[in-house]
Nanobody, 119 residues
């Protein structure tokens, strides 16, 4: 499995922005389907955004128009640009990745990074 490390979380005021990064330790990064999930206190982990090896992208309805997922295969890095943040976006954000042939059941996960949106 690939090792994933997130960074970029923190405390931000409502309406602010943050960019999360996820670096993967693999020489096959370009083949990976990469995604961001989040888990708020007392809630289940939910998909935020996903980007595949062909740059197909999908977002949760709650973040469409505010969040942007992207990847830089040369840097083995996936990004999540979060704009117009709301208190409801407060959660631990996790990076995940899997090879298409293995399927999501074989996903690797990062340790997570805390995002807190509060005034």
């Amino acid at each position: 499995q690939v090792q994933l490390v997130e960074s970029g979380g923190g405390l931000v005021q409502p309406g602010g922005s943050l960019r999360l990064s996820c670096v993967a330790s693999t020489n096959m990064f370009s083949r990976y389907v990469m995604g961001w999930y989040r888990q708020a206190p007392g809630k289940q982990r939910e998909l935020v955004a996903i980007i595949n090896d062909g740059f197909y992208i999908n977002y949760a309805d709650s973040v469409k128009g505010r969040f942007t997922i992207s990847r830089d295969n040369a840097k083995n890095t996936t990004y999540l640009q979060m704009n117009r943040l709301e208190p409801e976006d407060t959660a631990v954000y996790y990076c995940t990745g899997y090879l298409p042939l293995s399927g999501p059941a074989r996903s690797s996960w990062g340790p997570g990074t805390q995002v807190t949106v509060s005034s």
